[in-house]
């Protein structure tokens, strides 16, 4: 889908159909420019300050001037130029299929898809696009398979937007468990994919010290399972998560608790404790926390939810149909 992304009042959006990266005005929909890379972009563009960057399929990830669309600077992934038919369009045959994150002023995105032509992630200076670290050597790794006694030379493959949190910079691997790598120098910190055959998938979110991954809670900086939600569509909160599954929306705290281990001494672990249950919202394909609102969207509607514990009875703010199912929400200067 094409996921907004907000930012000084100017929505930006990529097109995996046209191959360009717009900007429309935010108060008024009226578009403002219009950059074209050479193969579809399909992951939300990164906005900060005055700049923009987007990864496409033709390898590259460009970083555009937030007010004109003007190139600022480009870095190309891959080791050359080379071209392959994927998904009925000419692509890099190494694509830019790690969406790009940033965090304290580097830019962190992934090019590849197949182990076996090699997995190149990047850390780059925002400002001048200058490489700060690259794991070049993460696709050929010889390791633990998803089948029990599986072993073989295949490691991660970069498929979804990069996410990054504290030490940690996480990998989503397409259905697989995302992995993790230290966000210093850009070494694979782990990789559980056989122990957690049965989770993965694109979606990553990071609250406190947890990242989730398709309703599983795990530690951050571990990588060890610590709980499981409700639903596997999940969005963040100070001190808490929200996840939705067969038409419920719950929230849960995500609080240290004294709770016995397996050899009952009493440690602080994470609680999950639900804080509350709105059911009868329907099927829900997507969630942003917004202030005091969870914002849900889904088949033919889009709903405000109070997000705070003392709405009991009247949580439901609003309710608006619009066509479709919605995937892509963002909120900023009161619009949505």
Not at 325 to 332: F, I, K, M, P, R
Request: hydrophobic share 45%.
């Amino acid at each position: 889908c094409y996921q907004p992304v907000i930012c000084n009042s100017r929505v930006f959006f990529g097109s995996s159909v046209d191959c360009s990266l717009r900007c429309v005005e935010g108060a008024t929909g009226r578009q403002l420019w219009q950059f074209f890379t050479d193969a579809p972009i399909r992951f939300a563009p990164v906005a900060w300050d005055e700049r923009v960057a987007v990864a496409s399929d033709d390898g590259r990830l460009y970083v555009l001037d937030a007010a004109t669309g003007a190139v600022v600077w480009v870095h190309r992934g891959g080791p050359r130029e080379a071209w392959r038919l994927g998904n009925e369009r000419m692509v890099s045959k190494w694509p830019a299929r790690g969406g790009p994150v940033l965090l304290y002023g580097i830019l962190y995105y992934a090019a590849g898809i197949w182990p076996s032509d090699g997995i190149y992630i990047y850390a780059l200076d925002s400002t001048t696009g200058k490489v700060l670290w690259a794991n070049t050597d993460s696709g050929g790794i010889y390791m633990a398979q998803p089948h029990g006694g599986a072993n073989a030379a295949s490691g991660l493959a970069a498929q979804g937007h990069l996410s990054a949190l504290g030490k940690r910079l996480f990998v989503p691997t397409g259905r697989a468990i995302p992995a993790a790598l230290d966000r210093e120098d850009g070494k694979l910190a782990y990789f559980y994919l056989q122990k957690n055959r049965a989770v993965g998938g694109t979606s990553v979110i990071l609250a406190d010290r947890y990242m989730v991954n398709s309703g599983m809670v795990f530690d951050a900086l571990s990588g060890e399972a610590r709980g499981k939600l409700k639903g596997r569509v999940v969005s963040a909160f100070p001190g808490g998560l929200v996840s939705a599954a067969g038409g419920e929306v719950q929230a849960v705290s995500t609080n240290l608790a004294e709770k016995p281990d397996r050899k009952g001494k009493l440690r602080p672990q994470l609680d999950l404790t639900a804080l509350w249950t709105e059911g009868g919202v329907g099927p829900v394909s997507t969630l942003v926390v917004a202030a005091d609102l969870v914002v849900v969207g889904g088949t033919g509607q889009v709903m405000g939810l109070a997000r705070g514990a003392a709405a009991k009875g009247k949580r439901r703010r609003w309710r608006v149909a619009v066509d479709g199912t919605v995937y892509g929400l963002a909120v900023a200067d009161e619009r949505l």
